[in-house]
């Protein structure tokens, strides 16, 4: 089919335009990052940083316990997700191979699960932690984001299962496995993509939290990072230098892992009908 | 390049299309059954494998959704906190916020500010969603990475570079706006106004939402057989009858679980709203989230504020069980 060369040419201008709008910011941010503050506090903006420096970076990482912030995140992510894949694993095996009264409830359950409005719940959250005296510990805050990646885990987790033809299955318990090993090694190794998807996913979430640790966690040692990019903002008005440094650091590992994984991980994601 | 996970049978339509699937799932479980009836101890077994998992659900979800109602009985305020005081009021919350203008207004913006959002959210990215299908490869891959860069950008972090990007003094916006000859925006304080503060928000949840949108509408696209088109382009249809009559009927499952889906989670936006400028000034960007929260921690009224909590459940609730419903009859006229 021919078309004009108009006709051509506007899908490219407006696809230039938008690159620019969705990027920008992105761009901004790493931008800032490495200008040197003159160039940040100027009325005339420096949109190519030559002469950049890593000044701000070094700030960000030095403020006190930052690497605490950092291993906080780390172990409340890592609980969590490793948490919600064990659990996650046994409940969609049920819901995806066996026929039993309740499933179709428990679907709906989880459905609604993963809606669930926690940005209303916080100052339940906050009284039951609060009366089980773990305010300030990491605990609460792992078992809370275990359970907002949970219901999305098991929805993956069942798609992917339910994709293993169940031939497969009963082939190998045939040749003498029991329904466990068979699931470990035939349906376990297939569900890799699957386990990925989730883990971004969960990873995400735990590592973006922010209404819950702000309210659970009043003390720096059971703080995580999303609260480290609020701590350049001073009386004296916003560090945006490290301000700029610490989002980067912050978003680095999501956008890596994201590039790297979309393939994978961004059906996944969809399949899910989840956003992080 | 390919956004959609290659895996078998989950496709762009994916909302609409996941929920269907425990229908197809009937025919193997009745396949795969033994011959004769199951053992007590298979019987347990789906059980045992669910406990885990109803037990979180029942101590980490149903907990705090319990206590949310049950503190919204209550007057509990910072007194009653600190010494541990449990004082029932019975409906004095509810009245009290029922009969108050102000939760009306701010139940009224939050609709709005849904609506606005999610209108915004799902017409432009459906469009963005029809332009990659049509663009050339590089340009294609080009706006992909950049759609995939705002999609993955944290939402703490996002939410810092736009008041960053709108900084009164030395934002970038203000710069070029006033470039551009708009001088009296030079020194603009975004968040000094009602609306301007929501221009800024909605930017920010709208830029991060529409690469969802547009990357399924586009996998979608991909799905749809090029004679299709063809077709109806020898039958003369122009664009927007193309996309009337054969896009949007194929896509309908998806472009109704799609929106839902964003309307539940703009109208429970948190992290954007407060991030921005704390519900100010004034108070006239609060939204419902944000307002059971200020009015909770910020002004110590937690019972007041479970209650605001729990009508706001109560109005997801139902948005919830229509959308479920929709799902569900889709389901049947598969």
């Given at each position: ?8 040419t ?14 920008f910011?992105v761009?901004w941010?790493v ?17 190519l ?13 030095h ?5 605490t912030y ?21 409940a ?10 309740g ?9 609604a699960?993963?809606m ?10 906050y ?6 005296d773990l305010?300030?510990?990491l ?12 219901p ?22 045939v040749?003498g496995?029991t ?11 297939l569900?890799?993509?699957?386990l ?7 990873f995400i979430t ?5 209404p ?6 009043k ?28 989002s980067?650091l ?27 | ?13 994916a ?9 197809a799932?009937r ?10 009836g199951?053992?007590?101890?298979s ?12 037990a ?8 705090p ?9 209550q ?8 010494q ?12 009290e916020?029922?009969?108050?203008s102000?939760f009306w207004?701010i ?6 500010f ?9 017409v432009?990215?459906?469009?963005i ?7 050339g490869?590089?340009?294609r ?5 950049s ?8 939402v703490?972090a996002?939410?810092?570079?736009y008041?960053w990007?709108?900084?009164?003094h030395?934002g970038?916006?203000?710069w ?6 708009w001088?009296?925006?030079?020194d603009?304080?975004w968040?000094?106004?009602?609306y ?15 690469p969802?949108?547009a990357?399924?509408v ?7 057989p ?5 077709a109806?382009r ?6 927007f ?7 949007f009927?194929i ?12 309307v ?8 954007q709203v ?19 929260f200020?009015?909770g921690f910020?002004?110590q009224?937690?019972?007041?504020g ?7 459940i ?14 569900l ?6």
């Amino acid at each position: 089919m021919r078309r004009s060369l108009i006709g051509r040419t506007w899908p490219n201008a407006i696809a230039a335009v938008l690159f620019v709008f969705f990027l920008f910011p992105v761009y901004w941010m790493v931008a800032t990052s490495f200008k040197r503050d003159k160039d940040i506090v100027s009325r005339d903006p420096v949109f190519l940083p030559l002469d950049g420096t890593w000044a701000h970076f070094d700030r960000a990482v030095h403020v006190p316990h930052f690497w605490t912030y950092v291993t906080n995140s780390l172990v409340v992510t890592a609980g969590a997700v490793l948490g919600s894949l064990v659990i996650a694993t046994l409940a969609a095996f049920a819901v995806a191979r066996m026929r039993f009264r309740g499933r179709r409830g428990f679907v709906l359950v989880v459905m609604a699960a993963q809606m669930a409005p926690w940005e209303v719940m916080i100052i339940a959250a906050y009284l039951i932690v609060r009366d089980n005296d773990l305010l300030n510990s990491l605990v609460p805050l792992t078992a809370f984001y275990l359970m907002m990646v949970l219901p999305f885990t098991i929805w993956t987790l069942r798609g992917f299962i339910a994709a293993v033809p169940k031939e497969l299955e009963e082939s190998a318990m045939v040749d003498g496995c029991t329904r466990t090993q068979a699931f470990a090694k035939v349906i376990f190794p297939l569900l890799a993509p699957g386990l990925m998807s989730t883990s971004l996913f969960g990873f995400i979430t735990a590592w973006n939290e922010f209404p819950l640790v702000n309210i659970l966690s009043k003390k720096e040692s059971a703080q995580t990072l999303p609260l480290w990019l609020s701590s350049f903002q001073t009386n004296a008005g916003t560090d945006w230098g490290a301000t700029m440094a610490a989002s980067t650091l912050f978003a680095l590992p999501i956008l890596i892992l994201f590039v790297f994984l979309q393939r994978k991980a961004v059906g996944g994601l969809t399949d899910g009908a989840v956003k992080g | 390049m390919r956004t959609q996970s290659p895996e078998p049978g989950e496709s762009a339509v994916a909302p609409a299309d996941d929920v269907a699937t425990p229908r197809a799932q009937r025919t193997p479980e009745k396949s795969g059954r033994p011959a004769g009836g199951p053992s007590l101890a298979s019987r347990f077994t789906p059980y045992l494998l669910l406990l885990p998992a109803v037990a979180a659900t029942v101590a980490l979800l149903g907990w705090p959704l319990l206590k949310t109602v049950l503190l919204s009985f209550q007057n509990l305020n910072k007194r009653q906190l600190i010494q541990h005081l449990t004082e029932w009021n019975g409906l004095d919350n509810y009245t009290e916020q029922l009969t108050d203008s102000e939760f009306w207004t701010i139940t009224l913006r939050t609709v709005v500010f849904t609506a606005v959002n999610v209108a915004l959210i799902m017409v432009l990215g459906s469009l963005i969603g029809l332009l990659l299908d049509r663009l050339g490869r590089w340009m294609r891959l080009a706006l992909s990475v950049s759609l995939l860069l705002a999609w993955a950008m944290p939402v703490v972090a996002a939410t810092t570079v736009y008041t960053w990007l709108f900084d009164q003094h030395y934002g970038v916006v203000n710069w070029f706006l006033d470039k551009l000859g708009w001088h009296s925006m030079a020194d603009f304080s975004w968040t000094s106004g009602e609306y301007s503060t929501f221009f800024v928000i909605i930017l920010l949840i709208v830029w991060q939402s529409i690469p969802f949108v547009a990357f399924n509408v586009y996998a979608g696209l991909t799905t749809i057989p090029r004679e299709l088109y063809e077709a109806a382009r020898m039958d003369g249809a122009g664009s927007f009858r193309i996309f009337g009559s054969v896009i949007f009927p194929i896509m309908k499952p998806f472009f109704l679980a799609t929106t839902f889906l964003e309307v539940i989670w703009v109208f429970k936006a948190f992290t954007q709203v407060y991030l921005i400028n704390k519900g100010g000034p004034d108070g006239l960007t609060r939204t419902l989230p944000v307002h059971a929260f200020l009015e909770g921690f910020g002004a110590q009224r937690f019972g007041v504020g479970s209650a605001i909590a729990v009508l706001t459940i109560l109005m997801l609730g139902a948005l919830m069980a229509y959308y479920f419903r929709i799902i569900l009859k889709q389901e049947d006229e598969l």
